[in-house]
């Protein structure tokens, strides 16, 4: 039900966007999230995006950003400035509210920074 996409090969400093495209859910019901699990590491928080609110993890703050487009059902991540430190394999969620699990989860896309 959600399709990720976007991920690459980009040298440090570049930049990618992701985009989630959503199917069998309105993601504007949804709080849409972006996950990632880096090599040997456990999955971490990276941003998320509700209506009228946006939070990001403090390690990507002021580099990326998490959008929607409703009419699309679909969400992106632009990801500037990147960082060998986010390589990771990125995912998008969907929680129907807040303090809710994360319920959909898409395939993962692969991101790899080169230094």
């Known amino acids: 039900q959600l399709q990720a996409s976007g991920g690459g090969l980009v040298q440090a400093g570049g930049s990618l966007r992701l985009s989630c495209a959503a199917s069998k859910l309105t993601i504007s019901s949804y709080i849409m999230g972006w996950f990632r699990r880096a090599p040997g590491k456990e999955r971490e928080f990276v941003a998320d995006?509700?209506?009228?609110?946006?939070y990001y993890a403090d390690s990507v703050k002021g580099r990326f950003t998490i959008s929607r487009d409703n009419a699309k059902n679909t969400v992106y991540l632009q990801m500037n400035s990147l960082k060998p430190e986010d390589t990771a394999v990125y995912y998008c969620a969907a929680a129907p509210g807040w303090g809710e699990a994360y319920d959909y989860w898409g395939q993962g896309t692969l991101v790899t920074v080169s230094s």
């Open positions: 995006i509700s209506p009228g609110r946006t």
